[in-house]
């Protein structure tokens, strides 16, 4: 099972749109496009992080690829 990420964009850390919370699963998603999809080119796409909030599953997705991300510390 995927660990818990912190995200920040530059010095803002970033927070569930529906829920606030801070805590999210990360995955790689990608932008299908219809023209390559009939030209049977798709992974020619592009690709997103997503951010799945951990509390309430709402999906994030950023095409910026200064997203950081770190490690929840659990105590």
Known sequence: MAKPVHAAIGDTW???LICQ???????????NSFGLE???LAWADESATGLICWQCGYVHLF????I??????RK
Do not use: G
Not at 21 to 31: A, Y
Not at 63 to 66: E, I, T, Y
């Open 68 to 73: 950081r991300l770190s490690r929840v510390r």
């Open 21 to 31: 919370s801070d805590e999210f699963r990360e995955r790689q998603v990608k932008l």
């Open 63 to 66: 095409v910026n690829r200064d």
């Open 38 to 40: 009939l030209l049977k």
């Open 14 to 16: 970033l927070r569930c």
